[in-house]
């Protein structure tokens, strides 16, 4: 069965650091695109980072996360990270790791991690 | 960055309706667009993928049109498993963008 898991969240102050890990089961993990995606509490669906290549040398990332997060991934582990620095209350969200499958959306998604950034 | 506005935000509906929901790209992505189906509480569900492709496993009661800057998600026959909130994704470009999303209501 195709499966992911993420862990690490938790609660962490303002301007503190957090890394998520997004342990992959089930599939050939090295040669699929990678993404997070996030939820803040009673919001929609917000892309923040992905992957998109297997040695993980081409990445990007939505605008209110730039310099501040960095995705990673090792593909001996079958993981997938993210790295979160600087975190600011507006980062409180459940974050979704998912395979993203080129030209067809993200087809496998975790079941998500919690962060919450509060004093 | 390519912005994906959906209307409505909410729609109210009864079993067995025809429901529509639409999603509109600030450009052209051609037919680099999925539709999600989400719960309260768990992880997205991905239904259509290239604007149209239904995803294996999805009921072909779901399906999907558009191209260019227009697109929509229709169910034929609603069944109560899927009142839910539908999200439209774009993926023209590697900075990737969601609709708002559409809460789908019992009437």
């Known amino acids: 069965e195709v499966q992911l898991v993420e862990s690490g969240g938790g609660l962490v102050q303002p301007g503190g650091s957090l890394r998520l890990s997004c342990a992959a089961s089930g599939l050939p993990f090295s040669v699929y695109w990678m993404t997070w995606v996030r939820q803040a509490p009673g919001k929609g669906l917000e892309w923040v980072a992905n992957?998109?290549?297997?040695?993980?040398?081409?990445?990007y990332y939505v605008d209110s996360v730039k310099g501040r997060f960095t995705i990673s991934r090792d593909n001996a582990k079958k993981s997938l990270y993210l790295q979160m620095n600087s975190l600011r209350a507006e980062d409180t969200a459940v974050y979704y790791c998912?395979?993203?499958?080129?030209?067809?959306?993200?087809?496998?998604w975790g079941q998500g991690t919690t962060v919450t950034v509060s004093s | 960055d390519i912005q994906m506005t959906q209307s409505p935000s909410t729609l109210s509906a009864s079993v067995g309706d025809r429901v529509t929901i639409t999603c509109r790209a600030s450009?052209?992505?051609?037919?680099?667009l999925a539709w999600y189906q989400q719960k309260p509480g768990k992880a997205p569900k991905l239904l259509i993928y290239?604007?149209?492709s239904l995803e294996s496993g999805v009921p072909s009661r779901f399906s999907g049109s558009g191209s260019g800057t227009e697109f929509t998600l229709t169910i034929s026959g609603l069944l109560p498993d899927d009142f839910a909130t539908y999200y439209c994704?774009?993926?023209?470009?590697?900075?990737?963008?969601f609709g708002q999303g559409t809460k789908v209501e019992i009437k």
């Open positions: 994704q774009q993926y023209k470009s590697y900075s990737w963008t």
């Open positions: 998912a395979r993203f499958i080129e030209g067809a959306g993200m087809d496998v």
């Open positions: 992957i998109i290549k297997q040695d993980g040398s081409e990445k």
């Open positions: 290239k604007a149209s």
């Open positions: 450009q052209s992505i051609s037919t680099s």
